[in-house]
C-alpha cells in the first residue's frame, strides 16, 4: 500500500455538460459495455480484474468492524480495489436529526450531536491508532467538526434547512469515515465530490453519468493498481459548481455501482450484515435464505419492491455495462453470497418476496368507466397525476374503477381535489406492497393459486402483475404485511414449486411453524 497525500477538494468544473442531464441510461460508454443486459457477464479482460468495494454503514460501525474492513481490503489488493464506504451505523440519521434540531432553532441540542458524533469518530480513531493520531487525520477531523459546528449555527440562526443545506450537513458522515478507514489503510483518499458529478437536485441529486466517467478516467483510474487501494466516499457527489450533493439514503450502493460502471472493473462488490439477497427481509421472515444466483432484473425489481439490501438505482448502472455484481456479509466474509448478472441459471420460478410501505391506495370509481366518458376519465387521471408530478407504482383497473398506489407523505389535497371532476374517489392509507419475485413466475401454472391460498385469511386490496411479468404484487393493509410475507415465504418458497406448478416436496405447514429451516435454495 502506498501512502499519499488526498487530492484536491475542490470538484474541477473543466468538463462539458452531458447532453442529457441525469439520465443514466445509454450513457455508459461503449468502451465499458461488454454484452449488454441478455449478454454473457464474464469478466472483461481488459478490465484486468479491478474490484469495487462497498462497505455499508453497519460494516464500519466501530473499530473492530474497520479492522474487519481493512482485511478484507488488503486480501483483495492484488486486484487494485476501488473501497466506496458508507458513513458509520446511524451517523447520517444523527447528522440529520441535528440539522432538523437547528432548523427549530435548538442550536445547543443540534451542536451536541454534533460533538456526539466527533467524539464517537475520534473513538474509533483512537482504538485504531493506540499511540496517537497521525496529523493528517487529526486535521481532518478538526476542520470536518468545524465545518459541521458552522453548518449547524447557520441553519439554527436563519431557522432554514434548504436541500442543499441539508446535504452539506449528511455529506459529513463519509468524509469523517473514509478519513479513517484510509489514515488506517495508508491509502490513497479520494474526495468522491470530485468525481461524482450530478446535477442540483439536492437530496436525491441525478449522476451525470457522462461527466463522471470522464472524471473517474482522469482522476481516479491513474490511482487505482494491483498492491493499493483507493478509499472513496459513497452517497455524495456535486454539482459542476462544486455545491456538494447526496444520491439519496441508501445511496452508496448506487455509487458503487456508478465508479464500477465508469471504471468498467470486473465486479461490484456490495459487502453488508448479511450473506447476499436472501429470499426474504431476514428481519421479516426468520426462514429467509440466501439467494446464490439472481438475474439484474430479479434484483432490480426486488430492490424497487423494498429489498433495502441494495439501493433501486444500484442495479441499472451495472447492467448496461455488464458488471456482475456481489452481495456479501463482512460477518462471514467465508459464507453464501449472491451474484447478480444477466443470466438466470436456475430454474425456480419464484425467486424471492419484497415489501414496500407504507403506500397510499387511491381508487377513483367511475359507474360508466367501459363508456366514452370513462375512457376520457382514463385518459384525463393521467395528465392529472402528471400535472401534480405525483409518480404510480401499481395501478390496477376493474368494469367501473382505476386502483393505483403512490408513495405515503406525498401532498395529495390538490390531486384529489382534481380526480372528484371524474368521479367518487377513495384513498387508503398505511398500506404496503408485498411483491413475489421471479423470472419464471410467467410460465409457471399455479403460482396465483398458491398465493391465493397462502393470503387466503388477508384482506388483500389490490392485485397487480408488473408488465415485465417478472412481479406479483398485492397491496395489503400495512399490519398484515408481516403475515402475507411471511404466508406467502411458505407457500411459494420454503415449498418450492417446481416449473410445472407441482410441489417439489418441502416443510410441511407444522415444521415451519416450528422454524425449521432445511430447504436448499439456488
Ligand atoms: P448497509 O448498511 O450495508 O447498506 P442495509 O441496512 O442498507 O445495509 O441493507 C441490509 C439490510 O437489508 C439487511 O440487514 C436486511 O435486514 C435488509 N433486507 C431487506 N430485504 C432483504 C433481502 N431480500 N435480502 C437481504 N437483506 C434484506
Ligand atoms: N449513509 C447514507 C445513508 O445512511 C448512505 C448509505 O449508507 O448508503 O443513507
Ligand atoms: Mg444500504
Redesign the pocket.
Known amino acids: 500500500m502506498s501512502i499519499r497525500t488526498e487530492k484536491s477538494k475542490e470538484p474541477p468544473n473543466r468538463l462539458p455538460a452531458s447532453p442529457r442531464r441525469g439520465v443514466v441510461q445509454d450513457l455508459i460508454p461503449l468502451r465499458s459495455r461488454r454484452s449488454g443486459p441478455e449478454g454473457d457477464a464474464g469478466p472483461d479482460p481488459s478490465a484486468g480484474g479491478k474490484i469495487i468495494m462497498k462497505?455499508?454503514?453497519?460494516?464500519v460501525a466501530d473499530a473492530g468492524c474497520m479492522r474487519e474492513v481493512a482485511a478484507l481490503v488488503t486480501a483483495a489488493l492484488p486486484r487494485s480495489p476501488l473501497v466506496v464506504l458508507?458513513a458509520t451505523?446511524g451517523t447520517t440519521d444523527s447528522l440529520l436529526a441535528a440539522a432538523r434540531l437547528a432548523e427549530q432553532g435548538d442550536r445547543d441540542g443540534a451542536l451536541l450531536i454534533g460533538r456526539e458524533l466527533q467524539s464517537r469518530h475520534r473513538g474509533i480513531a483512537g482504538e485504531l491508532f493506540p499511540g496517537g493520531l497521525p496529523g493528517e487525520l487529526d486535521q481532518a477531523l478538526t476542520a470536518m467538526d468545524a465545518e459541521l459546528d458552522l453548518l449547524l449555527r447557520g441553519v439554527a440562526m436563519l431557522r432554514e434547512l434548504s436541500p442543499r443545506s441539508l446535504d452539506a450537513i449528511a455529506s459529513i458522515g463519509e468524509r469523517l469515515s473514509t478519513r479513517i478507514l484510509a489514515a488506517f489503510m495508508q491509502a490513497d483518499w479520494v474526495d468522491a465530490r470530485t468525481v461524482v458529478r450530478t446535477d442540483d437536485g439536492f437530496g436525491s441529486a441525478l449522476p451525470l453519468f457522462q461527466e463522471l466517467s470522464a472524471l473517474a478516467a482522469r482522476d481516479l483510474a491513474p490511482l487505482l493498481g494491483p498492491g493499493r487501494a483507493v478509499v472513496t466516499q459513497g452517497f455524495i457527489g456535486a454539482t459542476a459548481g462544486g455545491v456538494t450533493t447526496t444520491l439519496g439514503r441508501?445511496g452508496?450502493?448506487f455509487s458503487a455501482a456508478l465508479f464500477g460502471a465508469a471504471l468498467g472493473v470486473a465486479d461490484i462488490q456490495i459487502?453488508?450484515?448479511?450473506e447476499?439477497?436472501?429470499?426474504?427481509?431476514?428481519?421479516v421472515v426468520r426462514a429467509?435464505q440466501p439467494i446464490a444466483e439472481l438475474s439484474f432484473k430479479e434484483a432490480g425489481e426486488?430492490a424497487a419492491f423494498?429489498?433495502?439490501?441494495l439501493h433501486p438505482a444500484t442495479i441499472k448502472p451495472a447492467m448496461e455495462a455488464g458488471i456482475p455484481v456481489t452481495v456479501r456479509s463482512t460477518r462471514q466474509p467465508n459464507g453464501r453470497f449472491t451474484t447478480i448478472t444477466a443470466q438466470v441459471r436456475t430454474g425456480r420460478p419464484i425467486t424471492?418476496l419484497?415489501g414496500r410501505g407504507p403506500v397510499t391506495l387511491v381508487t377513483l370509481t367511475c359507474a360508466d368507466m367501459h363508456t366514452q366518458s370513462g375512457f376520457l376519465a382514463m385518459g384525463s387521471l393521467f395528465q392529472v397525476l402528471s400535472r401534480h408530478r405525483i409518480g404510480v407504482d401499481l395501478i390496477a383497473t376493474a368494469e367501473d374503477s382505476v386502483s393505483f398506489t403512490v408513495e405515503a407523505g406525498l401532498p395529495l389535497e390538490a390531486l384529489l381535489k382534481d380526480l372528484e371532476g371524474f368521479g367518487a374517489v377513495g384513498v387508503a392509507r398505511d398500506r404496503t406492497i408485498v411483491a413475489v419475485v421471479g423470472e419464471r413466475l410467467k410460465l409457471t401454472p399455479g403460482v396465483t393459486g398458491r398465493c391465493f391460498g397462502a393470503l387466503r385469511e388477508i384482506n388483500v386490496e389490490m392485485i397487480s402483475m408488473g408488465a415485465n411479468e417478472i412481479n406479483l404484487s398485492f397491496v395489503v393493509r400495512r399490519e398484515d404485511a408481516t403475515a402475507a410475507l411471511v404466508a406467502l415465504h411458505g407457500a411459494l418458497i420454503e415449498s418450492p414449486m417446481r416449473e410445472d406448478g407441482r410441489s417439489a416436496g418441502g416443510l410441511s405447514h407444522a415444521e415451519r411453524r416450528r422454524g425449521t429451516n432445511i430447504v436448499q435454495f439456488g
Not at 55 to 59: K, L, V
Open positions: 462497505f455499508g454503514g453497519s460494516s458508507s451505523a441508501g452508496s450502493d459487502w453488508t450484515d448479511v447476499g439477497v436472501l429470499t426474504c427481509d431476514p428481519r429467509a426486488l423494498g429489498a433495502k439490501v424471492a419484497a
